[in-house]
């Protein structure tokens, strides 16, 4: 059976003592980076032998000699500093290679920055409800409540971190999952995405489902705007520049961690939702490439913003997919090329610009854009793949509620 890596982040509350001494650990690792850091600009700049990460770890016991606060932390955290150090430079110079001109190398850690500590495969207890990680600074336990609705009894746990952001503390915990077997049940959903609707599916039966897209960004980027407004009349670095500068950082925040918990519940929603083991969505990035070719000008600012957005739906649909695997389910990217100009019903294709919600051919089909595109990617799935049941099963449970006269909603403006 194959497994599958995942990942939860749970934020902690850790008590003032337990604070000091996340704070003295990361301190030592942050230390233990800069020093090492030191060393291989040192033996760059005198043209001696290259200082490589295995040099490094094995000269970590003489400095615990020397420093006995080092340890402090449980040594596999200590060696993994040094591995974060290694990772920095081996991004800096890949990307130096692909001709990233603003790459820059790896830099010192200051007294604010909370080195992130990873906790491998060991130094750490997972029990029902509460985590503990190793150390030896005092006697004061590092003890962390496990909310109930996280339960990794079954579940293979790699690696932890601990990091901290903004005076907030989290654990990530990193396991491994044993991934279902993905089995074709002959039941398929296929999704349009979009902006306006985030979702549009239609199911084997010839069901629709249609979710407006929660918009958190429509709601803050207007304020947000307007404290960069009132930060731009400030001088720079006073102190009612700082205070704004930090209220619009929070407003971003808002903004992020809305859109991103709205994209979890729906993602979690749909597949679960679905008796369909397969569901079928159209590949985001060939959308705006086939848009970007003759786009007329009065229409390219929509589009614009479209294309701001696919990043989120970039998001999305990476949720889907693992939620979906997680599961035993499978969700397929397939082309959706000319999905929202032809007609289902006939195959005539339409100039469809991005404000005509509702496509009507002469062959009789009028229907919401979106659900055409929907069956179209379907039916494009179905038959590539040669699935001929599926597909008949499909467009019979379509005709059907198509005669049932599905209820077409006004055009929405965009
Ligand atoms: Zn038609």
């Not at 003890?143 to 790699?158: A, G, L, M, N, R």
């Not at 520049?241 to 918990?261: M, S």
């Not at 379907?378 to 099963?393: C, D, F, I, P």
Request: charged share 30%; with cysteine; net charge positive.
């Amino acid at each position: 059976m194959k497994s599958m890596k995942l990942t939860q982040k749970i934020r902690i509350f850790p008590t003032p003592e337990q604070e000091t001494v996340l704070w003295k650990l990361s301190e030592k690792c942050r230390l233990i980076y800069n020093f090492a850091l030191a060393e291989r600009r040192d033996a760059y700049r005198t043209g001696a032998k290259r200082v490589n990460y295995r040099t490094q770890q094995n000269s970590l016991p003489l400095i615990k000699e020397q420093f006995p606060e080092y340890k402090w932390v449980y040594s596999k955290v200590l060696q993994f500093a040094l591995r974060s150090l290694a990772a920095d430079y081996k991004s800096f110079f890949a990307l130096r290679k692909n001709g990233c001109a603003d790459a820059c190398p790896p830099r010192f850690k200051g007294k604010q920055y909370f080195t992130t500590m990873m906790y491998n495969q060991s130094g750490f207890k997972l029990e029902p409800g509460k985590i503990t990680f190793s150390h030896k600074y005092n006697d004061v336990p590092l003890v962390f409540v496990i909310p109930d609705k996280f339960s990794f009894d079954d579940k293979q746990v790699k690696q932890v971190a601990i990091s901290s952001y903004r005076s907030k503390y989290f654990v990530t915990i990193t396991y491994e999952l044993e991934e279902p077997r993905y089995v074709d049940n002959g039941l398929y959903q296929a999704i349009d995405l979009g902006i306006t609707h985030i979702v549009t599916a239609v199911n084997s039966q010839g069901k629709f489902l249609v979710v407006e897209n929660q918009r958190p960004d429509k709601y803050w980027n207007p304020k947000i705007a307007k404290v960069q407004s009132r930060k731009d009349k400030c001088k720079k670095f006073s102190n009612r520049w700082k205070l704004l500068n930090e209220i619009k950082h929070k407003y971003e925040r808002k903004r992020d961690n809305q859109t991103r918990d709205f994209q979890h519940k729906l993602s979690k929603k749909l597949v679960e939702n679905t008796k369909a083991n397969t569901i079928i969505i159209g590949e985001l990035e060939v959308k705006h490439m086939a848009h970007s070719n003759k786009v007329p000008k009065h229409i390219r600012h929509g589009l614009n913003r479209a294309t701001q957005n696919s990043g989120a739906l970039g998001r999305f649909v990476h949720f889907l997919t693992y939620k979906s695997r997680r599961v035993g389910k499978r969700t397929i990217e397939i082309d959706e090329r000319n999905s929202t100009k032809a007609c289902w019903v006939c195959g005539k294709l339409h100039s469809m610009p991005i404000w005509k919600r509702i496509m009507s051919c002469d062959c009789g089909n009028v229907i919401e854009r979106d659900k055409n595109s929907a069956i179209i990617l379907m039916k494009r799935y179905l038959s590539q793949n040669a699935k001929w049941t599926g597909y008949r099963v499909f467009l019979d449970n379509l005709r059907h509620t198509a005669k049932c006269k599905t209820k077409v909603s006004p055009a929405v403006g965009s």
